[in-house]
């Protein structure tokens, strides 16, 4: 009778060990199958940041949009630092941070800059922060690259893209040529417009109207027309890519990709040494067509001397 109990016992404890040793890993199972579900969820969750690699201290940005005097708003260095949490800039220069990068939007509206018919959301370089009249000559040197997209843009009436010039190289007068001229401000050609043209990259630069001219003459805007225009051969569409611009004395090169050159290296260009120099980078729209737009991102700009 005692070995009847003690077998029943023991049969007993067997059974509940083995139960036990089940359940528990059962939960142990379902921890670390909950435990991995959890991590997947989390990474979801967990969208990185991205941040554009741009340093906006020698930049100022004009936005398509006036201020009480009509003229278009500016924001230069070091209130431009903080052009995410400036109310007025948020609809024209944002961070993209699920691409890293900032995207400047345009369209056309009432704000337009001296000179021209069209708004722009537009980076100004400023040797000095927060000063225009400190800038550069093509004997000084001076290099852009920037790495950048089209975002979006409309379409004409045509069905083709809206166009937008997204680098430039301005010219300058300084102030004792200004007043050689008799001209009322500083203004100065542009001696180099690089537009996004229909998914292409278009290069316009200007040429002298007569290359024998000298100064006083060749510092009138009058004395400068357009070259005829260069294309690059690749279309880079909506797609990322690079543009790097070269200047020196008397040259200028523009660089698509690290593949496709257009080199100026002429007397129009060598005359051009007669002016002060500034780059410029963003979103300066070339349509007044109603509810047209675009958007430029910019995930890499870098200016050296």
Known sequence: MKNFRRNILLIGLIAFLS???????????????????????????KKKVKLPNIDLSHWKVTLPVANEEGKPIEISPPEILDFANIEVAKPYMYIDSTRGAIVFHAMPTDSKTRNTKYTRSELREQMVPGDNNTNWTFADGAYMRGKLAMDASTRGSDGKYHRTIIMQIHGRLTNEQRDLIGEDDNNAPPILKIYWDKGKIRVKTKVLKNINAT???ILHEDAW??????????EVGFSKFTLEVKVSDGKMVIVLNKNEYKVYENVHIRKWGVF????KAGNYFQTRDKGAFSKVRFYELEVSH
């Open 19 to 45: 139960v036990n040793a089940t359940s528990q890993n059962k939960k142990s199972s379902v921890t670390e199958s909950d435990v991995k579900t959890e991590k997947k969820k989390k990474k979801k969750k």
């Open 215 to 217: 100064v006083p003459a």
């Open 225 to 234: 027309g357009d070259d005829d225009g260069f294309n690059f051969e690749e």
């Open 276 to 279: 002060e120099n500034y780059f």
